[in-house]
């Protein structure tokens, strides 16, 4: 069996996890699912994952001229729980957490850094002398300006961590791939 602590969320936890996530996107200048990609061509191309307690809603939005915004929202399934930040050591601080982590490889390219829509907050953990630098509890929306480097299949790869500070920890998720399709119409989720 997974070692990873485990809620299981009722039906109507798992709706909010993703309308507050919905929420978030449009909060922060993203674009919801049910909005264009900017071009009038359609629905924004959208997909979720659920992986070791937390929900991941991927987006891109505002796509033009071969470029548009990657959004990720990262959306823990239980009260309490906190990501860490996009800057935190790929091994943690002294070992103790994982970075917040959104790349693209294949026919997406970043065209600058992740960003969070949250303010980093640090905290004491029992047996690290550092400070952990972490994001509120509850869902945390990063964004990624990508252009497209000619058609072809492209890899969105996700990474995080989710603690409790009364719960403890999941497993941690690194480099998880989500895989995309972009044409000159613009990207899709779901690629073969």
């Known amino acids: 069996m997974n070692t990873a602590l485990y809620v299981r969320p009722s039906r109507l936890a798992r709706v909010a996890a993703v309308l ?69 050591p790929a091994t943690g601080v002294e070992g103790v957490g994982r970075p917040t982590a959104v790349g693209v490889t294949g026919a997406l390219k970043a065209e600058g850094r992740l960003k969070a829509a949250a303010q980093v907050q640090s905290i004491s953990v029992p047996g690290v002398d550092a ?21 072809g299949d492209a890899t969105v790869l996700v990474g995080y961590a989710s603690c409790s500070t009364r719960d403890g920890c999941t497993i941690p998720v690194s480099d998880r791939p989500v895989r995309l399709r972009v044409t000159g119409e613009g990207p899709a989720f779901g690629a073969p």
Request: proline letters at 10%.
């Open 131 to 151: 400070p952990v630098p972490v994001y509120p509890d509850g869902p945390v929306t990063t964004t990624l300006p990508v252009r497209a480097d000619g058609n």
């Open 20 to 88: 507050l996530a919905l929420a978030a996107v449009s909060a922060c200048g993203g674009q919801p699912a049910a909005d264009t990609a900017g071009s009038g061509a359609g629905p924004a191309p959208t997909t979720s994952f659920t992986e070791n307690g937390v929900t991941v809603t991927l987006s891109v939005s505002d796509w033009k001229a071969s470029a548009g915004t990657l959004t990720a929202v990262f959306t823990p399934e239980a009260e309490g729980f906190h990501l860490y930040s996009t800057d935190l």
